[in-house]
């Protein structure tokens, strides 16, 4: 692979340009948010920690992730590169906080993905069973040694998609983002129909206070429902780790973000609303709050809400919906460790670019291997796999996101008092986004060491929870010291500077 360096130091790696407008973008942001997905995972979550309020906890989330989108869009229009987070912050704040935030985001995705497997695989089990009629096929998700084996299927089938190229990611996006967002604003429209034609379990009526996160809520609940409701908008940054596959590269990133998130955040309240009016948060029956209910809230409203023939529609939307993320879900993580192979954190091997699909082949298969190792471990330890991963993801998501946040401050710190847009959107909007994830993440990693804060799971009375999402970040750092031994080069200065010296050596 022939690799360039520009004006700023930076590498060109090798990736498609020029692929990418912003309405692709923001599609392949939408289906790594994976709304029916998200939602069929997350809901269940927000109304055990917060109850009616999950809107206004929903709206709670949007606020940091919408503030810290503008960091990613400023940073991205002055460094399009697809390492995103790891380069910006590297290039802040040095290579030791680069190499940790890069980490960050290569393990949330790694969680997030055997999210995604598992809830495809519980839902294709659902469909089938609908299907041919047959419920003893909807408990073949419950045999943990089927669940594995299935998942690790749809983990290896999606390495493969990935593996060819990004024009085939945004063509297979288009149908499958398009027919989830139809079948979840009808389901929605249904449900509210219901709700109004009084034939609805809990009927309830609109509530303007659902919407307000500043009355009836703990703190330990409110920071709960926040890192569900973070989970929720995870995903949208893959636009902005596609900038060197962009027709502009510093402009159609940040457009794209900006798109995915608002887009997100109004099918989020909408279908919100209208499954509490319906369903309610009661703990019995359809409720919310029920517990059999929570970890796939939309396996239970299906039938009720759409009727026989629409509830398969509804499970098949949401197993399109994992299916598409689970593929576009490699593509920010394959990039980042594209980029930390280029720059030198990670070993040389993953700097590869596939000469014909143009895509980072090493990366993305390590990706899919290691997904499929850690929900393998995660199951055998846990009878809750979903809940445990999306509390632990809220984490990384903090974690990272966060880093970037306070990176675009520093970085154009220089420049903040030359004008009155610079102040607002590279200096306050990110600063107060990435305090608000900061102290999301304090609180998260303190309650995630109550086992009752997760799925009960534990490792010596502390939460499981705390190993995959705080143990992570620990782990990390160990794995960051072996590689300053081991490939000091990165280690021994900030980017750009380090750059040259790695192409010399990789090219």
Same mark, same amino acid.
């Given at each position: 692979m022939t690799t360039t360096v520009d004006e700023q130091g930076f590498?060109?790696?090798?990736?498609?340009?020029?692929?990418?407008?912003?309405?692709?973008?923001?599609?392949?942001?939408?289906?790594?948010?994976?709304?029916?997905?998200?939602?069929?995972?997350?809901?269940?979550?927000?109304?055990? /920690? +917060?109850?009616?309020?999950?809107? /206004?906890?929903?709206?709670?989330?949007?606020? @940091?992730?919408?503030?810290?989108?503008?960091?990613?869009?400023?940073l991205n229009s002055r460094i399009p590169d697809c390492g995103a987070s790891f380069t910006w912050s590297a290039k802040a704040?040095? @290579?030791?906080?680069?190499?940790?935030?890069?980490?960050?985001?290569?393990?949330?995705?790694t969680i997030v993905l055997s999210n995604l497997a598992s809830i495809?695989?519980?839902?294709?089990?659902? *469909?089938?069973?609908?299907?041919f009629d047959q419920p003893g096929l909807a408990e073949l998700a419950d045999n943990k040694a089927v669940n594995i084996v299935s998942t690790l299927v749809f983990i290896a089938v999606a390495t493969a998609v990935s593996s060819r190229g990004i024009t085939t990611s945004q063509r297979v996006q288009y149908v499958l983002v398009g027919f989830q967002m139809v079948v979840l604003i009808g389901f929605a429209v249904t449900a509210l129909i219901r709700v109004g034609a009084g034939n609805a379990p809990a009927g309830l009526h609109f509530e303007p206070g659902w919407f307000n996160p500043f009355t009836g809520l703990t703190l330990s609940a409110f920071a709960i429902g926040v890192t569900g409701s973070i989970f929720a908008f995870w995903g949208w940054d893959t636009c902005l780790t596609l900038g060197e596959e962009s027709r502009d590269p510093n402009r159609v990133p940040g457009r794209a973000g900006l798109l995915c998130v608002l887009s997100i955040l109004l099918t989020y309240l909408l279908v919100a609303v209208a499954v509490m009016m319906y369903a309610g948060t009661g703990t019995d029956g359809l409720g919310l709050g029920n517990g059999a209910n929570a970890a796939n809230v939309f396996g239970a409203l299906a039938d009720p809400v759409l009727g026989s023939w629409g509830g398969p529609v509804l499970m098949l939307a949401v197993l399109a919906s994992s299916a598409a993320s689970l593929q576009t879900t490699f593509l920010p993580g394959a990039r980042t460790?594209?980029?930390?192979? +280029?720059?030198?954190?990670? @070993?040389?091997?993953? /700097?590869? +670019?596939? @000469?014909?699909?143009?895509?980072?082949?090493?990366?993305?298969?390590?990706?899919?291997?290691?997904?499929?190792? *850690?929900?393998? +471990?995660?199951t055998l330890l846990s009878e809750h796999?979903?809940?445990?991963?999306?509390?632990?993801?809220?984490?990384?998501?903090?974690?990272y996101y966060g880093i970037t946040a306070f990176a675009c401050v520093w970085y154009f710190r220089r420049e903040l008092l030359s004008s009155a847009r610079n102040l607002v959107f590279k200096g306050v909007f990110p600063l107060l986004g990435g305090v608000m994830l900061l102290a999301v993440f304090v609180v998260s990693v303190r309650e995630s060491m109550n086992p009752a804060n997760g799925s009960g799971a534990s490792i010596g009375g502390i939460g499981l929870v705390f190993f995959m999402g705080f143990g992570m970040l620990v782990l990390g750092a160990v794995l960051m010291l072996v590689m300053c031994w081991r490939a000091p080069e990165y280690f021994r200065g900030r980017m750009p500077e380090r750059a040259a010296m790695v192409v010399a050596e990789t090219g």
């Amino acid at each position: 692979m022939t690799t360039t360096v520009d004006e700023q130091g930076f590498v060109d790696k090798g990736l498609a340009a020029g692929k990418v407008g912003t309405f692709a973008g923001a599609v392949l942001g939408i289906s790594t948010v994976a709304p029916g997905y998200t939602l069929t995972a997350s809901i269940g979550l927000m109304v055990a /920690a +917060v109850g009616l309020k999950m809107p /206004a906890i929903i709206l709670a989330g949007f606020v @940091p992730m919408f503030l810290t989108a503008y960091a990613y869009r400023e940073l991205n229009s002055r460094i399009p590169d697809c390492g995103a987070s790891f380069t910006w912050s590297a290039k802040a704040f040095g @290579p030791y906080v680069g190499w940790m935030c890069g980490w960050g985001m290569v393990m949330a995705t790694t969680i997030v993905l055997s999210n995604l497997a598992s809830i495809g695989v519980e839902f294709a089990y659902l *469909f089938l069973a609908k299907v041919f009629d047959q419920p003893g096929l909807a408990e073949l998700a419950d045999n943990k040694a089927v669940n594995i084996v299935s998942t690790l299927v749809f983990i290896a089938v999606a390495t493969a998609v990935s593996s060819r190229g990004i024009t085939t990611s945004q063509r297979v996006q288009y149908v499958l983002v398009g027919f989830q967002m139809v079948v979840l604003i009808g389901f929605a429209v249904t449900a509210l129909i219901r709700v109004g034609a009084g034939n609805a379990p809990a009927g309830l009526h609109f509530e303007p206070g659902w919407f307000n996160p500043f009355t009836g809520l703990t703190l330990s609940a409110f920071a709960i429902g926040v890192t569900g409701s973070i989970f929720a908008f995870w995903g949208w940054d893959t636009c902005l780790t596609l900038g060197e596959e962009s027709r502009d590269p510093n402009r159609v990133p940040g457009r794209a973000g900006l798109l995915c998130v608002l887009s997100i955040l109004l099918t989020y309240l909408l279908v919100a609303v209208a499954v509490m009016m319906y369903a309610g948060t009661g703990t019995d029956g359809l409720g919310l709050g029920n517990g059999a209910n929570a970890a796939n809230v939309f396996g239970a409203l299906a039938d009720p809400v759409l009727g026989s023939w629409g509830g398969p529609v509804l499970m098949l939307a949401v197993l399109a919906s994992s299916a598409a993320s689970l593929q576009t879900t490699f593509l920010p993580g394959a990039r980042t460790m594209l980029a930390m192979g +280029v720059y030198g954190a990670f @070993p040389k091997r993953f /700097a590869e +670019v596939h @000469p014909r699909f143009l895509v980072p082949s090493y990366s993305t298969v390590v990706a899919g291997v290691v997904t499929g190792g *850690f929900y393998t +471990v995660v199951t055998l330890l846990s009878e809750h796999t979903l809940m445990d991963t999306v509390a632990a993801l809220g984490i990384m998501i903090c974690w990272y996101y966060g880093i970037t946040a306070f990176a675009c401050v520093w970085y154009f710190r220089r420049e903040l008092l030359s004008s009155a847009r610079n102040l607002v959107f590279k200096g306050v909007f990110p600063l107060l986004g990435g305090v608000m994830l900061l102290a999301v993440f304090v609180v998260s990693v303190r309650e995630s060491m109550n086992p009752a804060n997760g799925s009960g799971a534990s490792i010596g009375g502390i939460g499981l929870v705390f190993f995959m999402g705080f143990g992570m970040l620990v782990l990390g750092a160990v794995l960051m010291l072996v590689m300053c031994w081991r490939a000091p080069e990165y280690f021994r200065g900030r980017m750009p500077e380090r750059a040259a010296m790695v192409v010399a050596e990789t090219g």
